[in-house]
């Protein structure tokens, strides 16, 4: 395995100075653990603590997940932040309103919904402004087809509000019926999965990855609403070659 496989490109490589491209370690964010980055320079992972002086800076300037950094020759401190193609962004929940990144360096964006009540264009709309804010494609997946006998009419919905924008209505279980979403998932491809809880983005990780990856659980039958199984966004390499990040259950999404 080697960086291309990981999403590494000219775009990121002419960023480096004669000095960096004999010394430094170009590695990408696959996880984050509060103050610390899990990192991958193709072969091996490695947890780096984030030093004080990146605290210093506004969040829009700190490595995220998905993001490029340059390491010291021992792999234990993130010298530079590499300029970003692109990055998924939001402000918090809250009354300070304070910026929050969620991924960089996505290629496309799965804005996963379902065929039930879930389902909210109002939603679906703000998901899609922040696509087109990043400058990313964007897939709208309805999931829970299998269940739903009017599925037809929320794909109706979805492009009534969508624009142009492709739409996916499957059974996120089913192999065989995510052959549209596979070709967004090639080698060296980042895919970002949004959406609520309990809409299906682990179930959809597990089958596009052929194995489990994510933990899931089924939905509240009193309010079709789902539970929490992603705690923290991280990168999963499927065998495909894509690159899938499944981010938690988004509450409030501010503009």
């Not at 370690?25 to 030093?51: F, K, N, Q």
């Not at 909210?120 to 899609?128: D, I, T």
Request: charged letters at 30%.
């Amino acid at each position: 395995m080697n960086l291309e496989a990981f999403g590494w490109d000219h775009y990121f490589a002419r960023q480096l100075n004669a000095a960096e491209r004999d010394l430094a370690v170009p590695a990408r964010v696959v996880a984050m653990h509060r103050s610390a980055l899990v990192v991958t320079e193709g072969v091996e992972e490695y947890d780096v603590a984030l030093g004080n002086r990146w605290f210093q800076h506004p969040t829009e300037l700190r490595p995220t997940v998905g993001d490029w950094v340059l390491l010291g020759a021992e792999r234990d401190r993130v010298e530079r932040l590499l300029e970003r193609k692109s990055v998924f962004k939001r402000y918090a929940a809250g009354p300070k309103k304070e910026m929050q990144l969620l991924a960089a360096n996505v290629d496309a964006l799965f804005i996963v919904t379902s065929c039930n009540e879930e389902f909210n264009e109002s939603r679906l709309v703000r998901y899609l402004a922040l696509a087109r804010e990043a400058e990313i494609n964007a897939v709208v997946v309805l999931t829970k087809k299998d269940l739903s006998n009017e599925s037809h009419r929320y794909v109706e919905r979805a492009r009534k509000v969508s624009g142009g924008f492709t739409i996916e209505c499957v059974d996120a279980r089913v192999a065989d019926m995510l052959e549209g979403i596979r070709f967004w998932t090639t080698k060296g491809q980042t895919v970002a999965l949004v959406g609520s809880s309990g809409v299906g983005k682990s179930t959809l990780v597990n089958t596009l990855a052929g194995r489990e990856i994510q933990r899931t659980e089924g939905i509240r039958e009193d309010d079709s609403k789902g539970r929490h199984t992603t705690t923290h966004r991280s990168i999963h390499r499927i065998e495909q070659g894509g690159l899938l990040m499944d981010v938690p259950g988004i509450r409030e999404l501010a503009l």
